[in-house]
């Protein structure tokens, strides 16, 4: 059970701070709800039903696993669909599942897109690299919460890890 002042990950909105308790009214009867507060954005808010909270936040990965996922990230398989559509599909499954294995095999198999698209002058399409900054965004924010660095270092260092 989460309560106010824990540092969790909210599926896909990333790593947040608890802030407080709040009883609302959005759609239906009041209800109460937990008030994020984003890390790494200051300016957004999001509020999650307290009773949705065990689906959509999770604590953030300990060091040790946050290491063995970086190292491992090269042999990780690729999730690479040729389809576009499908492939939008996919890859936003992974990211409002939130899963970090999956955020991480995900990140790295557009790496490895974009570097084979690099080496025959194209680019990644719009929507490959709108989900790629996503990803990134919740993956360093966790990563850089858990090894106490900042994000464009872990973003640095995976980067550093798929050469």
């Known amino acids: 059970m989460v309560k106010v002042g824990d540092v969790v990950m909210h599926r896909y909105n990333g790593l947040c701070k ?7 009214a959005f759609k ?15 300016a957004s808010t999001i509020y999650v039903p307290k009773e949705k909270a065990a689906e959509l936040l999770r604590t953030p990965l300990p060091k ?4 063995k996922l970086i ?4 042999g990780m ?20 599942r939130g899963d970090p294995v999956e955020l991480v ?21 719009e929507a490959d ?12 924010g966790e990563f850089a919460y858990g090894l ?6 872990i973003l640095e260092r995976i980067r550093l890890q798929l050469k």
């Open 148 to 153: 106490s660095e900042e994000p464009p270092q």
């Open 71 to 74: 190292d491992g990230m090269a």
């Open 77 to 96: 398989p690729v999730v690479w669909v040729d389809d576009m559509k499908r492939r939008k599909d996919a890859f936003t499954d992974i990211i409002h």
């Open 18 to 24: 608890i802030s407080g308790m709040k009883k609302m």
């Open 28 to 42: 239906g009867p009041a209800v109460h709800y937990y008030v994020l507060e984003p890390v790494y954005d200051s």
């Open 64 to 67: 040790d696993e946050i290491l």
């Open 105 to 125: 095999s995900m990140i790295q198999s557009i790496y490895k897109k974009a570097k084979e698209r690099n080496a025959i002058g194209k680019r990644l399409s």
């Open 129 to 140: 690299q709108r989900q790629l900054t996503i990803a990134e965004k919740v993956i360093s």
